[in-house]
């Protein structure tokens, strides 16, 4: 473990990751700051080394040799851009075939790069310490489908449990009569037997199929927010969408817009895991995980303290010191902010409203380098599909929205059908007033941390009360605040106050 690599926040660093999967190689460059996780770089070849495993025992010689022409060019990306760490990972495909060493040591030979074998336990580990990487309050089973092998591992309170390694990967289950759906439904019932401990509410599915799965759904049912991470469908939907996948030809499946023909081939058995998963485990919910293995590696490596941190409140952070003007104003904004809070209708919870009215004051001073007349629609844009984690699609939502209302969007915002897909009409209530405090706050002191400590906003007898310290209400209780003000209190239902001083 590269541990004086994560030892401390300091400078962004940039770290590599390779994962030779049964059927894919990729290549992941990451840029770290702190606990804010950038993917930058991102290349995968579907080599299909596990293609004959189950028929001969070794590698596919046509993926063997696929996957180190890959490899090769990896190694030289890496040499160009001379990450400060790298992890070279091989799963099921490499550790079960009898040649899976012999491949390691001519990579080696013909590369530098030096692979690690994960152990089924260990390769399960890591998926999950991906998941809770990038959703921090896992609750259930995670399920990481790769070309060979499932791993199911338990997740809860923060840890990860017990796993285990099953032979459900599409090339572990590969037919000499050709793909029957419901002989396929039978054999994969069989092999989950050994699963049938593992029930849970809800299934953090890892794995290239199971996003392409998702993203059927999201295409089939009108859904605006293109965002794989953290994207939830019911037992039912999912069940619905396997079948629907299921009953396709591969000629057809081969036409869906974005599907290539090599993961044509491996979808319907992912469909079909996914749903003796549902019937085996008793499921109700499935939520994707754009993050596995290689991000378990990467978060591993990081110093305890840092992998503490929230995630969302770490991406945040991170984005909005790159476009903002003062690293000073969040802490101020949330201290201002902090008295009006108890008064602004409930989003979620009390504990995640905080942390979401964090959030916003963290993306303040997002739009300081945009162009004022996009800066809203720049603005909502990137809250809303920022590769940000630990976040549902309703909160990346209602964040969006808070934004909106900081830089002087309209209730309506930019993508109105999107936000009323996501939100209540409460949910868009609250974002609004949290945006509008922001603003106010903004507004008022010129983004100066040194003037917002002399005025103060409370809540008292049905009135937003504006109040500044003696010698600065003509500074700081202008026409503007009271435009501002007027807004917010508004959204809030309550009227607007202003006195000369504390």
Known sequence: MPEALFSAIGEPRDVAAIDIGSNSVRLVLYRLEGRAIWTVFNEKVLAGLGRDL????????????QALIALKRFAAVIDGVKPAHTFVAATAAVRESSDGQAFCDTVAAETGLRIRILSGEEEARYAALGVLAGIPDADGVAAD???SSLELIRLGAGRVERGITLPLGPFALTDPRGFDPDRHRAAIAKRLKPA???SADTLYAVGGAWRTLAQVHMDVSGYPLHVVHQYRLTADEARE????????????LEKWPGLSKKRAETLPHAALVLEGLIDRLGLKSIVLSAWGVREGLLYEALDAQIATDDPLLAGSTALGARQGISPTLPGALRGWIAPLLESVKPAFSPERDAVLADAACRLADLGARLHPDHRVE??????L????PGQTHAERAWLACAVNARYGGPSATPEPVTVARLLTEEQRQSARAVGLAIRLACDMSGRSPQLLVNARATVQDGALLLTASEGYADVLLGEQTRRRGKALAEVMGLKLQIEGRD
């Open 196 to 198: 049938a401990d593992f």
């Open 385 to 388: 599909r920022a590769p940000v």
């Open 54 to 65: 189950s028929a001969t025992g070794k590698l596919s010689v046509e993926g063997a040799a």
């Open 378 to 383: 720049l603005a909502f844009d990137q809250v």
């Open 145 to 147: 489908l790769g070309g």
């Open 241 to 252: 969408t396997a079948r629907l996948i299921a009953r396709q030809s591969k000629a057809s």
